[in-house]
């Protein structure tokens, strides 16, 4: 026992290195993120958001039909960049990529979706500006070197899910990268016919819960068998059905696709998990 | 909630040093001890809603971190990371014998992992035997059974020396 005794002061001789205190500051402020996300008040410092727009184009049967045959999709919805710039100085990395949709058949809902990204994007680059400026204060106060400064980096850009003649889906990416990243998902599915969000229950029929948890569980079971790296956390802290306010977008076969943020079934280096209900 | 999150979070400042090492010792790369640790840390932050009584934060918050450490050893089980151990000196001045403590010290770190980890628990950062149990969600008879297995094969390690 008199050996251990020994050992165990070199254990207890390993220090946890001064980067320990920035990774518990970033991760406790993660939470801080989480909890306002939920309450869709306001971007925070999160390292990584990325918003979904589904819009589902109800043209009337007519029309439809017409555009159905001839891929001229482009020109009744779309979505492009709208602004592009960049920004770097020592303190930040800031690259935006905007995206703006139009024609997407109702006015209304294409205002408040482009007024919602603009929003989402203002409030982001704000954060990254003031943030890193405090950041930066804080490693120089503690004894950091200015120029071993890895200044916070910043990228806002979009990528379209899918295009057709009844959705059309895109994602909104706004990644934040210093110590970690780490990515938190607000999506949206807005039906332009009735005005209000696709629901799963929708897609799915009433049964949608049931059919979702099914497809979920079973996709992780043949990922698993088919490769022994994918690890899914279990019991308690795995997957457990799908929540409330599941996160989903609609593919380019029209179908349903859950999305889980990274961290949440599974180990970080798994990242994102995306499971696409058939 | 808040109050929750501030608690947590002044107990993880006060013993990072504990996670770091205990994360270390299944990582033996310093970068990758802070992987784990902020994994850990993540996900418990995340899940700290489900902890009902905030009295087991000890046992529910090592049980992730040893959770994360094990997941790493298996994610990584074809990448062996060989780093030199720095010590610091003033620390080991109060060994009696600095060449056979850090023998010891890395015949510990070469038990099999379950082994490794409930020897840690028990004699570097002096814990329970149920405190363990908890934590590695065995019963304390497998616990024992651990330690017991670990102890036998230090002695075995140190006597090959």
Redesign the interface.
């Known amino acids: 026992m008199k050996e251990l005794e020994e050992a165990k002061k070199i254990y207890k001789s390993v220090k946890s290195p001064p980067k320990m205190q920035k990774i518990i500051d970033s991760s406790f402020k993660n939470a801080k993120f989480k909890k306002w996300n939920l309450k869709k008040i306001t971007l925070s410092t999160a390292a990584s958001i990325c918003i979904l727009f589904v819009a589902l184009l109800n043209c009337n049967s007519a029309f439809a039909k017409s555009v159905s045959t001839i891929p001229v999709i482009s020109d009744l919805a779309n979505v492009f960049t709208f602004k592009q710039y960049s920004e770097e100085d020592s303190t930040k990395h800031m690259r935006v990529e905007q995206p703006k949709v139009e024609n997407i058949g109702n006015a209304e809902l294409e205002k408040q979706i482009n007024k919602e990204i603009n929003q989402k994007v203002e409030a982001a680059t704000k954060e990254v500006q003031k943030e890193a400026e405090e950041n930066k204060k804080a490693y120089i106060q503690t004894g950091g070197n200015p120029n071993d400064y890895v200044p916070m980096a910043i990228d806002v850009n979009y990528e379209i899910k899918s295009k057709n003649e009844k959705v059309l889906s895109f994602v909104l990416n706004t990644t934040w990268t210093q110590a970690n990243a780490f990515t938190e998902q607000t999506f949206y599915n807005i039906d332009l016919k009735t005005g209000k969000e696709i629901t799963l229950s929708d897609k799915l029929g009433k049964d949608y819960k049931k059919v979702a948890d099914e497809s979920v569980k079973k996709q992780i079971e043949e990922r698993k068998a088919q490769d022994k790296d994918q690890i899914f956390f279990e019991d308690d802290a795995g997957f457990q059905g799908i929540t409330e306010n599941q996160k989903f977008y609609i593919n380019n076969n029209g179908n349903v696709v859950i999305v889980f943020a990274k961290y949440e079934i599974a180990p970080g280096y798994m990242g994102m998990q995306e499971f696409e209900i058939k | ?1 808040q109050e929750k ?1 501030e608690v947590f ?1 002044k107990y ?2 006060e013993n ?2 504990a ?3 205990l994360a ?1 010792s299944y990582t033996k790369n ?1 970068d990758a001890a ?2 784990v ?3 850990a ?3 418990s ?4 809603s ?1 902890l009902k009584n905030i009295d087991y934060l000890k046992t529910w918050f090592y049980r ?1 971190l040893v ?2 450490g094990l ?1 790493y050893l ?2 990584n089980k074809r990448l062996v990371l060989v780093e030199d ?1 720095e ?2 000196k003033s ?2 001045s ?4 600095i060449a ?3 023998d ?2 890395s ?2 770190q070469a038990l099999e992992p379950k082994i490794r980890t409930v020897i ?1 628990l028990r ?2 950062e002096d814990m329970k035997l149920k405190e363990i149990s908890k934590i590695t969600k065995t019963n304390v008879s497998t616990v024992k059974s651990r330690l017991y297995k670990g102890l036998e094969l ?1 002695k075995i390690s ?1 006597d090959e020396e």
Request: hydrophobic share 45%; aromatic share 18%; glycine share 0%.
């Open positions: 909630m999150l979070k993880v400042e990072q040093d996670f770091y090492r270390f310093y802070l992987d640790v902020q994994e840390l993540l996900k932050i995340d899940k700290l489900t992730i959770n994360e997941n298996r994610k151990f010590f610091e620390e080991l109060s060994c009696d014998n056979e403590s850090i010891m010290y015949a510990v840690i004699f570097f230090l140190i």
